[in-house]
């Protein structure tokens, strides 16, 4: 046998040798829980971390519609909540489908963002019973917003160059729907609502 045979035959015993001292060998041998494959890191794209996110928070703060105390007698039925920045521009992305865009090749930027937000309409529709609620009334709040930025947009294969748009301007329409509760209700202490308020028929 040939110095390199050997050579190769005893680095190949190491080997196994060390793998199975650090616990790292293919076979269970009986020894504590298996999962299979499922033991081994399989890559996942940044992309469906961020798309499963990006699901939460919508779902967390825009997506759900909140049941609000009733209308109290004599003060002003108007939505107190305009859509913030983040709602802004969160619409906008998903309108778009653009975020970011793809490094080195096609990139979009937004820099100089101002946003304008403008109540369009703002009503109370009359009181019915909604399932799993109960005597309700809707109160629609319709917001325009116009959103101004300066884009940069920069290509990197097969010419590089890049395109700057002083004067963009994209308008997305948000909708801050609620339901007001309606008739003589106790929704019990500690809650911020006065008990037994009876709501004037519109």
């Not at 829980?33 to 499922?38: A, E, L």
């Not at 969160?90 to 930027?109: F, T």
């Not at 947009?153 to 609620?178: A, L, Q």
Request: hydrophobic share 30%; aromatic share 8%.
């Amino acid at each position: 046998m040939s110095i390199k045979t050997t050579t190769a035959v005893v680095s190949t015993l190491g080997c196994l040798l060390l793998l199975s001292c650090s616990g790292c060998m293919l076979p269970n041998n009986g020894i504590g829980p298996s999962i299979g494959f499922m033991a081994y890191p399989i890559p996942v794209s940044p992309y469906f971390q961020k798309q499963f996110e990006d699901e939460y928070h919508n779902q967390e703060r825009y997506a759900r519609m909140p049941v609000l105390g009733p209308i109290a007698p004599g003060v002003p039925c108007t939505a107190m909540d305009p859509p913030s920045d983040d709602e802004v521009m969160r619409a906008l992305e998903d309108a778009r489908r653009v975020q970011g865009g793809y490094p080195l090749l096609h990139e979009v930027q937004r820099n100089n963002v101002r946003i304008v937000v403008e109540p369009i309409s703002d009503y109370v529709d009359p009181p019915r019973v909604y399932p799993l609620i109960g005597p309700a009334q809707l109160h629609h709040a319709h917001y325009k917003c116009n959103v101004y930025y300066t884009e940069t947009t920069r290509v990197g294969w097969p010419i590089p160059y890049t395109v700057t748009d002083e004067e963009t301007m994209e308008t997305v329409y948000i909708d801050h729907d609620h339901l007001h509760m309606v008739g003589n209700l106790d929704p019990g202490p500690g809650t911020g609502y006065p008990e037994n308020v009876v709501t004037p028929p519109q």
